[in-house]
C-alpha cells in the first residue's frame, strides 16, 4: 500500500505546467500583461523586468503588454504554448 502511494506522489513530481514567460525592458516599463485566447484572459504582475504565466492552457494567446507612461503598450500575437512547457516569448523591448 505505502508503495502504491509513493509511486503516486512521485508520478505528480513529474507533470509540468504549461506557461509563457518573459522580460521586459527597461526594467519598470510595465507592471502588467495579459494573455488573451477566444474569451479567456488571465493576467499577471511584472517584477523587476520578468513575467510568468502559469498555469495556463494550450492554445494561441495574445500577449498584451501594459505600459507605464511615457512608453506604449506591446501586442504580441499568435504565442503558442503546448502541453508541458514554458514558452519562453524572450526581451519585450518596450518603445515611447
Avoid: C, H
Avoid at 498555469?55 to 499568435?78: C, F, G, H, V
Amino acid at each position: 500500500m505505502m508503495m502504491g502511494l509513493s509511486l503516486a506522489l512521485v508520478a505528480f513530481t513529474f507533470i509540468k505546467e504549461s506557461g509563457i514567460m518573459g522580460k521586459i525592458s527597461p526594467v519598470g516599463a510595465a507592471t502588467e500583461v495579459l494573455a488573451v485566447s477566444g474569451t479567456d484572459t488571465l493576467k499577471t504582475v511584472v517584477s523587476n523586468g520578468s513575467f510568468v504565466l502559469s498555469p495556463i492552457k494550450p492554445r494561441t494567446y495574445t500577449i498584451w503588454i501594459k505600459a507605464n507612461a511615457p512608453y506604449r503598450d506591446s501586442l504580441i500575437e499568435n504565442v503558442a504554448v503546448i502541453d508541458s512547457a514554458i514558452t519562453d516569448i524572450g526581451e519585450i523591448k518596450l518603445e515611447r
